[in-house]
Structures are given as C-alpha cells and as structure tokens.
C-alpha cells in the first residue's frame, strides 16, 4: 500500500482517496487495534497464571508498550506485520502446552473479532451512503472495510502454524515437545525467512488470498441484518 503511494507521488500524481483512506486506517489499526492484539496475549497469560506480561507493563492498551517498528513499517509496505511480542512463562501455567496455545490465540482470535465488529460498521455505513449519498457516509465505509481487511490479514498472518508466529504455539499443542524445541531452534533463521519472503512477494500472494477468503465470508456474515433490513 506504502509502495502505491510512494508511486503515485514519483508520478506526480495526487493518490487516490481510496489510497489515502487506505493509509489512515492502517494507522488506526497500527495504533488502536495492534495494542489489542497484544493485549489480548497478555490478560490471557495472566488469567491462565503466569503474570510475566503484567510485570512487563504488558496488560495494558496503550500502544506505546507494544509497537515494533519494523512489524508496523512492514503492516504498511506488504499489509502483514506484527508488534513487540508478548514474554510469556509457560511453567506458570498448569498446563503449559494449554495455556500456551490459548495464550497464542487469543491475539488472532481478537484480531478476527475486531475484524467482524469492523465490517458490521462497514455495512452500516454503507446503508448510511445508499440512503444519503454523502461523501462522508462512503468514507466511513471505505475505512471500516479496510480496517477489517488489516485486521483478517493479521489474524491469518499470526496464525501460520510456523515460529516465531502464533500458530506456532498453537500448533505445539499437538506436536511431540521434542519436535516443537527442535524446530523452535531455528526460530531466528526462520524469521529472517518470512520477512524475505514477504518483501519478495512469494508469500504474500497466497497470504492475501486466504485473507480475502475469510474477509468475503465476513462480509457476507455480517451483511445479513442489512440485506434483511433493505429487504
């Protein structure tokens, strides 16, 4: 998306307004929903016993104790990014592999809530502009649909079943505890990896394909009551 408007600004070119509207939502989601990503990580830690991420000034929404710069640089040049990640203890918790997978979850899963919260407000704007045709009624729509599109590629982004990702943790659940340490090994090289791959372009096309996957089914599911209330 960076990339786009960087274009259109070499060009001399004014950037779209989906571009900018694009851009601003990207910043919201950055600031406001990022935070709740990993906020989300740090309740569940602490309600499943391990209170590491409270001790770290972790349990909190202000986006100043989560931001990573690089993971928000990357959200807005390859739409798929991460924050500072949450330090967790697995001995604290009763049952470690659990309360890890579930710790691990918690953020994509709250991403995926954001996510449907964002493309009923979508909807409803977009009643709003069928009904008034205001310029202000299509921007709101335009921001929420957006917003929720960041928010469903961040939540398959986490979600991959590869470290240091969630879907790592996840995944630990059901891998043999040998394999998962062996694999955790390479966690830094495997970093390294993804990010190459994302700026390359190898992995971001079937990442945007799967993310356009669950935001059509969202935007279905959340667009019944409209269609029902036109109808």
């Not at 049952?95 to 979850?105: C, E, I, S, W």
């Not at 505890?177 to 994302?198: D, G, N, Q, V």
Request: net charge positive; aromatic share 12%; with cysteine.
């Amino acid at each position: 998306m960076l990339l786009q408007l960087i274009r259109s600004l070499m060009r001399g070119e004014a950037p779209g307004i989906s571009i900018i509207i694009q851009f601003f939502s990207i910043v919201f989601v950055v600031f406001c929903t990022l935070p709740v990503h990993e906020f989300a990580h740090a309740w569940t830690a602490d309600k499943l016993g391990d209170d590491t991420p409270r001790l770290q000034g972790r349990l909190t929404l202000s986006p100043f104790a989560h931001l990573d710069l690089i993971g928000a640089l990357m959200i807005f040049i390859v739409g798929f990014g991460y924050a500072k990640p949450v330090q967790v203890n697995p001995r604290r918790f009763k049952k470690p592999k659990v309360g890890m997978a579930l710790t691990a979850a918690a953020g994509p899963g709250s991403n995926l809530v954001m996510a449907l919260l964002f493309m009923l407000l979508h909807h409803a704007a977009a009643v709003w502009y069928a009904g008034s045709g205001s310029v202000v009624s299509n921007v709101t729509a335009l921001f929420f649909y957006f917003a929720a599109s960041v928010n469903v590629s961040l939540a398959v982004f986490n979600l991959l079943p590869i470290p240091p990702l969630d879907g790592s943790r996840v995944i630990s659940l059901v891998l043999p505890s040998k394999l998962y340490f062996e694999i955790m090994r390479y966690e830094r090289y495997i970093r390294l990896a993804i990010f190459a791959l994302l700026l390359m372009g190898w992995l971001t096309a079937p990442l945007s394909y799967l993310s356009g996957l669950v935001l059509s089914g969202f935007d279905w599911l959340t667009g019944l009551p409209f269609r029902a209330l036109i109808s």
